[in-house]
């Protein structure tokens, strides 16, 4: 089992910019995809960005610019930094790690971000 903790959400004010962190339990990294998930109220969970074991990274189109994933396997944690914060992108931001090898998955519990003046 691998608990992942999620830290960095809070209240942010339209055009800043917020890192969110998400520490493992156990160094998994290298051989899982470390995916941060949005699911803004009243609609599903989206993937907003993903980076494999191997380093892949994927982001989707709305977030492309703006949202930029990391991860330190030594410290067992993945970031992902957001700048230019919008009101659109208020949201629960949840991160995930599934298993590049196994059908192994984890969520963690998901800090709110919330961009309001």
């Known amino acids: 089992q691998v608990q992942l903790v999620e830290s960095g959400g809070g209240l942010v004010q339209p055009g800043g910019s917020l890192r969110l962190s998400c520490t493992a339990s156990?160094?998994?990294?290298?051989?899982?995809?470390m995916g941060w998930y949005r699911q803004a109220p009243g609609k599903q969970r989206d993937v907003v960005a993903s980076i494999s074991g191997g380093g892949s990274i994927n982001y989707a189109d709305s977030v492309k610019g703006g949202f930029s994933i990391s991860r330190d396997n030594a410290r067992k944690t993945g970031n992902l930094q957001i700048r230019s914060l919008k009101t659109a992108h208020t949201a629960v931001y949840y991160c995930n790690a599934r298993g590049d090898y196994s059908i192994a998955t984890y969520w963690g519990k998901g800090p709110t971000v919330t961009v309001s003046s």
């Open positions: 156990r160094n998994i990294f290298s051989v899982y995809t």
